[in-house]
């Protein structure tokens, strides 16, 4: 089993900037492509960002592209969400979770490719 954590959520106002961290235990990071999902209120978890095996360029939904930044740090078994001027419609709670198959650059973006999540953080955008 992987046990999934992400950190770093809180209540921040209309242009700051956060940094969500998610760490894997029990496996070593670099056997997984990861991603990031967020479900606000009221709405259906949708994807955010994803970053693969062997670094590259990450994959970034619309909404947050240019804002969003996505990195990994397998030495630490962690993977870092930095989000810059956060918006009120940012406000969600983020989810981390690991995607252990293949054809990433396919599927990246679906939830139900994902094999393990994490709990999920707090981000509370004030306007």
């Known amino acids: 089993q992987v046990q999934v954590v992400e950190t770093g959520g809180g209540l921040v106002q209309a242009g700051d900037s956060l940094r969500l961290s998610c760490t894997v235990s029990d496996r070593t990071l670099s056997d997984f492509a990861m991603g990031w999902f967020r479900q606000g209120p ?5 994807f955010v960002s994803g970053i693969s095996w062997f670094g590259g360029s990450p994959y970034y939904a619309d909404s947050v592209k240019g804002r969003f930044t996505s990195s990994r740090d ?3 078994n962690t993977v870092y ?5 956060l918006k009120s419609r940012d406000t969600a709670k983020y989810y981390c979770a690991v995607y252990r198959g293949t054809h990433y650059d396919q599927y990246y973006y679906r939830e139900d490719h994902y094999d393990f999540w ?4 707090q981000v509370t955008v004030s306007s």
């Open 42 to 46: 009221g709405k259906e978890r949708e």
């Open 74 to 76: 397998d030495a630490k």
């Open 81 to 85: 969400l930095q989000m810059d001027s």
């Open 118 to 121: 994490g709990q999920g953080t």
